[in-house]
């Protein structure tokens, strides 16, 4: 079974722009979280969709927005891009079931650069 | 509120010797812990977790950690280094196994595995 798949690996912006990461879920996870990793602030949960649904949202501006498709796959949306917002983003889908707990898992991530 | 903390930001052990990475945490309900690892240009992989019943709980590729409520602790052992794992060593406390956006994570160890 493929592992989560993230597009593009890397990405340089300009201050001012606007950007769009991708993320395809392992087959069959309907769940999709997305993180932010810096050196300075570390893993920030960003949000998490699940059935075309934002089910949970971290504190970030605005700015930070995201969706889901029917096919889970899901997009995640920068705009007005800023010096700070260069880091690795990272996605990670899971299964959710009755149990009290679903593992995540995760992509390699994308390493957005702003310039 | 949930905090986690990693004794040490860089931890070196030459190759055979015993791994201890330091977590601490701190959570006002049953904790959920986890310990992630992430090497280079990749995400993370889940070495193992608590969740409920026995405290010693072993993970992949040899790793094992034991949650001690009394002191309030989740720490990473491995008996002997191999040079493959040096990587970036996450611990992870949760409210929830489900509710991703409860997931803290600590800031990290970076382990170096001298020859």
């Known amino acids: 079974k493929a592992g989560v798949t993230q597009t593009p690996r890397y990405l340089i912006k300009t201050r001012g722009q606007q950007v769009t990461l991708s993320c395809s879920p392992i087959s069959g996870h309907r769940s999709v979280s997305w993180y932010q990793q810096t050196p300075g602030q570390g893993l920030q949960f960003l949000f998490e969709?699940?059935?075309?649904?934002?089910?949970n949202k971290g504190n970030f501006p605005g700015r930070f927005s995201g969706r889901q498709f029917s096919n889970s796959r899901s997009e995640m949306n920068v705009s007005t891009l800023e010096l700070g917002d260069s880091a690795l983003y990272l996605c990670a889908s899971s299964v959710i079931t009755q149990s009290s707990y679903n593992e995540q898992f995760f992509g390699p991530g994308t390493r957005l650069t702003v310039l | 509120a949930q905090s986690v903390t990693q004794l040490g930001s860089h931890v070196s052990v030459s190759e055979g010797a015993l791994v201890l990475l330091r977590c601490n945490y701190s959570s006002s309900v049953p904790p959920y812990l986890f310990w992630y690892v992430q090497y280079p240009n990749q995400g993370l992989q889940l070495l193992l977790k608590?969740?409920?019943?026995?405290?010693l709980v072993k993970g992949i590729n040899g790793f094992e950690a034991e949650f001690k409520k009394s002191e309030t602790s989740f720490h990473l052992t491995k008996p002997s280094a191999h040079m493959s794992d040096a990587a970036e060593y996450f611990c992870?406390?949760?409210?929830?196994?489900?509710?991703?956006?409860?997931?803290?994570f600590g800031p990290g160890t970076s382990l170096s595995v001298i020859p």
């Open positions: 969709y699940f059935s075309e649904t934002q089910r």
């Open positions: 608590y969740t409920t019943g026995a405290t």
């Open positions: 992870a406390v949760s409210e929830s196994g489900t509710s991703y956006d409860k997931v803290i």
